[in-house]
């Protein structure tokens, strides 16, 4: 399987540097700097670019090109434009958006940043680019024994994929530890402690390509949530309940053969390695009613830690995870209304919470979340930093009657980077909160007067 | 049929007893009007009963969730999980699918079907409950309604001794029966929250049914017989149980046939509740024709066919004036109904129409006859006979109010006394026969007690008070003329009695809330582990839960292939269903003793004989409970003589002589050759040898048995270790596939 990708990845290589791409000749990277973080298995990559401008007419953006590998584990992309020197350098984020090329050679994949100005003619910018990358270790061996540990195939360029001409470039890669078995030698190349470093290569044509491979230890838990469906319910009695449905597996190099709980309970430190018991869960604060169980009931196993800015929710599944193992639980928790609820200037309610996923360093494969809206709410919107997928739909929840109008906000690949606030907004008439108790006590009159009338009616034909 | 009297009579005094404050102040108004007075008492009285009624009701209820409190809202034991998991699948996939399903989880390869093997009352029971919630737009899990059914139809059971006292004795003693019951261990033990079992239900259902039937004897009404003939089928559709009902009311019928106390009452009661609970009790796929099949049921039948003739005599009697004459045709018809009977009853039996009884009927009558024959039934801990203390346990004392009770009964002898007594006398048996059968006796020993606290206290208070009043209003006021005729004997020796009263009252309330705080801890301490989690106090007072079962078999159900087979000792069967949610060989519906034994050969066989085995069964994993890391005495090793005896009876080869050392069960260097190999004992300690347990002990020393294990360096061939708990409780292995034969 590596030989063939390999010869694949030579051939793309081959074909892209000699391919001519004539639009967008306007702009030029005077100097490219990628760092390359495998420490996780979540790959960020830090890229600084210094772009300038040798065309005639002002460029109002510029493009970020990805190989089709990349593109569909692409959980990120984010840029900041620099300004300022070395002290007092500010930083400006700029507006990225996934862009189709149709002249892209071998279904490469791009980014269009905006710059905040359109670059005049002569003119350079410092860029920030940060991307991350999701799946993109592949544990090899593919199967590993308890003792063993686990290594991974990350692939990349050594020379950054760009439709412009980069005229210098460096690429390191920083390994979790200095346990690197191989990695493919493009001149010059090195090694020292931790980090490989790739370059520096000097004035690369656009759609330059040179495959890498690096082979190297990485133990650090592989925690993929398959699935989380978290629903919030809003209740305008005082308290937002949340309630997290997750799928968690480790995403590593699967467990082969026996588990031994000898060997996992005394010689901890080289046996299961790769695995992994302990999860961080990051709450809000003020958090309480936290409880944590699955299927077939609580699970014991769990601390919580309440502070100010944050709560932390330490846990551990039933078992310890081991290469594709799966757990499944629900964490679920409540927190008081008036942190998360406001009413917006134009007489709207909107709730401002927190997207993505609470678990630290884990990479979420598909996101449901499903903010709950209290019955007789009325034209939600959801305002989302990026894009996610929305739908309407209605859950019958205690003593409802019209059903609660539930806004489902769904979305694939994401990383903790996602953790950013979203808001929903709608309308609610606070007369709908009396709904309920009305209902409660209109029944429990109804008993009563029942009973009232049961003792005092004779329904006897003959009297006595 | 002296109810018009009685409530008055019988109901201040109670209002006095129960709350001697509140019907003191209504004594001193008594000057002002006596007919408004009347009607008020009357009223008092009905709001102290239903308050106290609904206290008890609320009691009962809350009693049963420690269990929630200590541990969590959760299904318990072993029979639970089955119900919980059928229960599951009644409400997500509705009743016709229910009624049809073929479950091909369980007795791999044989498969169960469902619908016709299990009592449905305790499932559709709580589907409707859960569907009403539902309707009621109460959005609760199906889990929160199991759990809390036991606890809600005890409460119902509250009201029904309420009743049923009511009927037999009177008000106080009902109210006093309510109480008992509510928080008696004996009925405890079985219907705490989370013990989600049919004898949860099953005992209202029995209860309902004595006391609607008792009600139609006394009444002779179609209608009480009709509400006997339902409460009868709920029974029948709810618990194996039903069967002492089929055959305690035929008794008593003859009974009372014998005391010459045969009434047209009787015979409206019993042939309306036989015929129509039998038609009913027919539509319960798994009892079916039994009624009319099973030996059993014949006495109920038998019973039948002799009030008819009882019946016709009676008209033959009418209709002919010569005693003589009536003699003859006696003698004739009686001979002549005998021998119809015999011979019908000969011809079924020999032709194998009516089956004989059951190896578990014989077991009730003779105890001893589980042990020789059916070691299934004997292995099990609940079908032990019960132990002296454990009546102690379960009543308290009640196991002294009982006999003053009967005293009472005896004393007031009618159709109702007779039936509670018959109840509580036979009921009393079978609990000894049988320690899980204690439940069954509970509600008689409750009402029989009640009978004798009521009366006691009723006698009591009525001296106390014709004392008080003599002095001072004489003979005017009305407590009942009856009574106080018969007091004015007893007043010769004035001081002496008083004081006796109230020393006996104290003594009687000092008892009574021994009893109550006996009831809770016994609640607390011992009826309330759902025994899935376990749980033990650290070296620093600190709670330990060991949560091994659940782990293993939710590892079991998110790591292993959907189609795996599971291999353990029944016992788990049930479990691993419904929370690993894969198939398995046998399970606690214990109805096919072939197969059971041959996972009893397994494990006791060697472990290539074992592999065989596996095979021909397509094991996947095989599951075994070990106790020897944290002290759990109830693992897999203590019930090996159980494996090794039911093997032993379907296969020869197996012999339980092999397994032990001068008829001794060791596990250490001493135990035979046979233990120390057998599949069991490696799956048990494999690895263990390596593994200090205890500081200051050998490596290797199990804490359940307290002993250094004899075989330390075992090796696997055929199977290796999948999953070990972190207490070491459950470990799983797993089947290797065969090697290539090359």
Not at chain 1, 315 to 339: Q, S
Not at chain 2, 558 to 581: F, R
Not at chain 2, 585 to 607: F, K, L, P
Not at chain 2, 636 to 648: E, P, S
Request: aromatic letters at 14%; charged letters at 15%; a positive charge.
């Amino acid at each position: 399987m590596p030989a063939r990708n390999w010869i694949f990845a030579v051939a793309v290589a081959l074909f892209l540097s000699l391919s001519t791409f004539s639009s967008a000749q306007d702009l030029q990277i005077v100097n490219a700097e990628r760092r390359i973080d495998l420490s996780s298995h979540i790959v960020k990559a830090f890229l600084t670019l210094k772009v300038e401008n040798i065309g005639k007419d002002p460029a109002a953006d510029m493009l970020l090109a990805f190989p089709p590998t990349q593109i569909k584990n692409l959980a990120m992309v984010q840029a900041l434009a620099v300004t300022g020197k070395k002290k007092k350098k500010t930083y400006l984020p700029l507006d990225v958006k996934p862009s189709e090329q149709p002249d892209a050679p071998n279904d490469a994949g791009y980014f269009l940043v905006s710059f905040a100005t359109p670059l005049g003619p002569g003119e350079a910018v410092t860029l920030e680019v940060l991307y991350i990358l999701t799946h993109s270790l592949e544990p090899f061996p593919v199967e590993i024994t308890q003792s063993e540990s686990q290594l991974v195939y990350y692939r990349d360029s050594a020379v950054v994929l760009s439709p412009y001409r980069i005229k210098q470039q460096t690429t390191f890669f920083k390994t979790p530890s200095t346990r690197v078995e191989s990695f493919t030698s493009v001149e010059p190349a090195n090694r020292a402690g931790k980090e490989i470093k790739y370059g520096a290569y000097e004035d690369r044509v656009p759609y330059s390509y040179a495959p890498v491979i690096v082979h190297f230890e990485n133990n650090s838990p592989f925690a993929v949530v398959e699935e989380l469906v978290r629903e919030i319910e809003i209740s305008h009695w005082g308290s937002l309940q949340i309630t997290e449905n997750y799928r968690l597996t480790h995403g590593g190099a699967r467990h082969k053969g026996v588990f031994s709980r000898v060997e996992y309970q005394s010689r901890r430190s080289i046996s299961g390695s790769s695995s992994f018991n302990a999860l961080l869960a990051v709450l809000p604060p003020r958090v309480n009613s936290v409880y944590y169980r699955d299927n077939i009931g609580n699970i014991s196993t769990s601390h919580l830690r309440t502070g100010f800015k944050k709560s932390e929710l330490e846990f551990e599944p039933r078992y310890p995870l081991f290469g594709g193992w799966k757990a499944t639980f629900i964490i679920g928790y409540r927190v008081p209304l008036e942190d998360y609820l406001f009413e917006a200037p134009d007489g709207r309610r909107y709730l401002n919470f927190t997207f993505g996923c609470p678990l630290v360093e884990t990479i979420v494969n598909k996101l449901t979340l499903k903010v709950v809206l209290p019955e007789g709410s009325k034209d939600p919107s959801a305002v989302l930093p990026f894009a996610v997928n929305q739908d309407l739909q209605v859950k019958y929840s205690y003593l409802d009657i019209v059903g609660r109008t539930v806004v489902v906000l769904q979305k694939d690949n994401v990383v903790p980077t996602h953790n950013v606030p979203f808001q929903v907004y709608y309308t609610f008439k606070p007369i709908y909160m009396l709904a309920e108790p009305l209902m409660l006590v209109s029944a429990f009159f109804f008993v009563f007067v029942t009973s009232l009338a049961y003792v005092h009616i004779d329904l006897n034909i003959v009297k006595k | 049929m002296g109810g018009k009297q009685d409530p008055t009579a019988n109901g201040s005094p109670k209002s006095e007893s129960m709350g001697a404050k509140k019907a003191s102040p209504d004594l001193l108004n008594s000057s002002f009007s006596f007919k408004s007075l009347k009607l008020k008492t009357k009223q008092q009285e009905l709001l102290l009963r239903v308050s106290i009624l609904g206290l008890v009701y609320v009691l009962a209820f809350i009693a049963r969730l420690f269990s929630v409190l200590r541990y969590e809202s959760m299904i318990h034991e072993f029979d639970p999980y089955f119900n919980y998991r059928t229960t599951l699948y009644l409400t997500e996939k509705g009743f016709y699918e229910f009624w049809n399903w073929f479950d091909s989880e369980s007795w791999y390869p044989l498969g169960r079907i469902i619908g016709g093997t299990l009592y449905p009352g305790l499932m559709v029971t709580a589907a409707l409950i859960y569907w009403t919630l539902r309707f009621l737009r109460f959005f609760v899990h199906i889990r929160e309604v199991c759990v809390l059914t036991a606890p809600f139809f005890a409460s119902n059971t509250t009201i029904v001794a309420y009743f049923f006292g009511k009927e037999i004795w009177d008000t106080g003693a009902g109210l006093v029966a309510a109480a008992l019951i509510a928080i008696c261990p004996g009925y405890i033990s079985r219907s705490v929250a989370g013990s989600y079992d049919n004898e949860a239900v099953a005992i209202f259902a029995l209860l309902l049914t004595f006391y609607l039937f008792v009600k139609a004897v006394k009444t002779g009404s179609l209608s009480w017989a009709l509400g006997s003939a339902f409460g009868y089928f709920y029974m029948v559709s709810a618990w194996g149980g039903y069967v002492f009902i089929i055959n305690l009311v035929p008794l008593y019928v003859l009974v009372l046939l014998i005391t010459g106390r045969y009434s047209m009452r009787l015979y409206v009661a019993y042939n309306c509740m036989y015929i129509l609970g039998m038609l009913l009790a027919m539509q319960i796929r798994f009892v079916g024709f039994q009624h009319v099949q099973s030996g059993e049921h014949m006495g109920a039948m038998g019973v039948f066919l002799l009030m008819q003739v009882f019946y016709f005599l009676d008209w033959v009697k009418y209709q002919l004036n010569d005693t003589k004459l009536f003699q003859t045709f006696l003698r004739i018809t009686v001979t002549s109904a005998i021998l119809v009977g015999g011979i019908a009853l000969g011809v079924g039996t020999a032709s194998g129409y009516i089956s004989p009884w059951t190896g578990r009927f014989y077991s009730l009558l003779d105890p001893t006859y589980a042990k020789d024959h059916i070691p299934i039934i004997a292995s099990v801990s609940e079908h032990q006979p019960t132990a002296w203390s454990s009546f102690m346990f379960d009543y308290h004392i009640l196991l002294f109010l009982f006999p003053a009770g009967l005293y009472f009964c005896f004393k007031r002898l009618s159709d109702a006394t007779i039936f509670i007594v018959m109840y509580g006398l036979t009921s009393l048996y079978f609990a000894g026969v049988m320690v899980r059968l204690i439940l069954v006796a509970t509600p008689a020993v409750c009402l029989i007690s009640a009978i004798a606290v009521s009366a006691t206290v009723k006698n009591l208070t009525s001296l106390l008070r014709t004392k008080q009043k003599v002095p001072q209003t004489g003979s005017t006021k009305g407590v009942g003329s009856s009574k106080s005729s018969s007091k004015v004997t007893l007043d010769q020796s004035q001081p002496f009695q008083k004081n006796g009263a109230i020393a006996l009252l104290v003594g009687v309330f000092y008892l009574l809330s021994r009893y109550a705080i006996h009831c809770t801890w016994v609640t607390s301490e011992a009826y309330s582990s759902p025994s899935i989690v376990l749980a033990a106090r650290g070296a620093h007072g600190n709670r330990i839960i060991f949560d091994d079962y659940r782990e293993a078999y939710y590892w079991l159900r998110q790591n292993t292939p959907t189609d795996a087979k599971v291999m353990s000792w029944w016992d788990y069967g049930y479990q691993i269903t419904a929370m690993g949610n894969r198939t398995v060989i046998v399970d606690n519906n214990t109805w096919n003793n072939t197969h059971i034994a041959t996972v009893g050969r397994a494990m006791s066989s060697y472990e290539d004989e074992a592999y065989d085995i596996m095979r021909s069964l397509d094991v996947n994993y095989v599951l075994v409970v070990f106790g020897g890391v944290t002290g759990y005495s109830s693992d897999d090793i203590n019930k090996f003589l159980w494996m090794v005896r039911i093997g032993g009876g379907v296969y020869p080869v197996i012999k339980e002589p092999d397994y032990l050392v001068n008829g001794e069960f060791r596990v250490d260097k001493g135990a035979s050759p046979k233990m120390l190999n057998c599949l069991m004992y490696k799956l048990c300690y494999y690895r263990f040898g390596e593994l200090v347990t205890e500081y200051g002990k050998p490596t290797g020393y199990d804490r359940a048995r307290g002993v250094e294990i004899g075989n330390k360096d075992i090796k696997l061939e055929h199977l290796e270790e999948a999953y070990t708990t972190s207490n070491w409780i459950v470990r799983i292995y797993r089947v290797k596939p065969p090697t290539n034969r090359l």
